[in-house]
């Protein structure tokens, strides 16, 4: 069957494509990202180098009666669809109708998984021990080094061009709000909803080997540990700020032989970190020089310096220092 190895290659890109998606949004490092996110890039450009040969393929296909036609059209709707996003963020389109562009570039990509595992089934391509050959791995390599050229040549395009794409951070995203809290995006990572705290009933508890302490506002808001921080949301903006508060390993003191510390908000949202993490992490009440913003988690707000948006907690009324490991629990939060 001629194009069967363009479906291998082609199915093993789209693994990879996922991979490196998923490890993207896991990385929050600048020279860890400008890796993962470089391998993204190149992956994706491939599936592209690879489609003139999959044209060739699907309208063969199209011709013949086959069982799950209409789910493989919308499978190969949707892998173009994220391909599309993919490359419009990159170049410096940051969202449609108030909605992150980043948004449908995942959404599509979460779709095509099902669809996906519905083609190869009903479609499968034994790997051949011939496949192995020569020849196959160096066009695969072609393949793999044309993505790496059409990557480097789309990032000059962008350059040169003077698109917004070329500003970008390490890790994909786009500048917004730095040093200005009011122009940085409010955003909820699924569901949640701003809650209204009164400042003067809240209080932080904070459990260490089970004995729990209260402290009120006024205990925490003591702009004395400012830190500057970089909050990279993988919705693809990213913002640097002067955060203030109270490092939370002051408030912890001797964590005896805890391994792990959860923070969790007034609506329930949790993020564990591991132990180690604690020097780093800072219980904030201010940001540049003035009170957070009930959409940036006021009163209180977690700030992760190195790890992606999702783990900086906002509206914090908890934290539990306990021998938990801090890997139990989704990489991605659920809410
Ligand atoms: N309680 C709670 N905290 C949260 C979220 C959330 O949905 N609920 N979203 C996270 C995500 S995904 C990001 S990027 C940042 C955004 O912070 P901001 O709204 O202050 O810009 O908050 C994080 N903290
Ligand atoms: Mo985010």
């Not at 190895?5 to 020279?31: Q, S, V």
């Not at 999959?54 to 036609?69: D, E, Y």
């Not at 200005?180 to 904070?206: G, K, S």
């Not at 913003?293 to 009324?317: D, E, I, Q, Y």
Request: aromatic fraction near 6%.
């Amino acid at each position: 069957m001629a194009g069967r190895r363009t479906n291998l290659g082609l199915f093993a890109l789209l693994l990879a494509a996922l991979a490196t998606g998923t490890a993207a949004y896991a990385t929050g490092t600048p020279a860890a990202a400008r890796v993962v996110v470089a391998a993204h890039a190149v992956v994706g450009l491939a599936l592209l180098i690879l489609s003139p040969a999959k044209s060739v393929i699907v309208r063969r296909g199209l011709r013949r009666p086959r069982a799950g036609k209409a789910d493989s059209i919308a499978f190969g709707v949707l892998i173009l669809l994220t391909l599309a996003t993919g490359m419009a963020h990159a170049a410096g389109w940051v969202a449609i109708g108030g909605l992150r562009l980043l948004l449908f570039h995942v959404g599509a990509a979460l779709l095509a998984i099902p669809l996906g595992v519905r083609h190869v089934s009903t479609r499968p391509v034994t790997p051949r021990q011939t496949d192995w050959s020569r020849r196959t791995l160096l066009k695969a390599g072609g393949v793999l080094g044309g993505g790496g050229i059409a990557v480097v040549a789309t990032e000059r395009i962008v350059t040169a061009g003077g698109l917004p794409g070329a500003q970008r951070r390490q890790t994909g995203s786009h500048e917004a709000g730095t040093g200005n809290p009011e122009q940085m995006p409010v955003t909820q990572w699924i569901a949640d909803a701003v809650p209204a705290i009164d400042p003067a009933d809240y209080r932080l508890r904070l459990a260490v080997a089970g004995a729990t302490t209260t402290f009120t506002l006024a205990q925490l808001r003591r702009p004395g540990d400012p830190v500057t921080a970089t909050l990279d949301c993988t919705g693809g903006w990213f913002a640097e700020q002067e955060w203030a508060g109270t490092r939370l390993d002051r408030l912890v003191g001797d964590p005896g032989d805890a391994r792990s510390v959860a923070v969790r908000s007034a609506t329930g949202y949790t993020r564990r970190f591991p132990l180690r993490d604690l020097p780093h992490l800072l219980l904030a009440t201010d940001v540049a020089g003035g009170p957070l913003s009930a959409g940036h988690g006021a009163p209180l707000r977690l700030v992760a310096p190195g790890r992606r948006g999702f783990w900086w907690v906002k509206w914090v009324t908890d934290v539990t220092v306990d021998d938990r490991p801090w890997w139990l629990q989704p990489p991605f939060p659920l809410q």
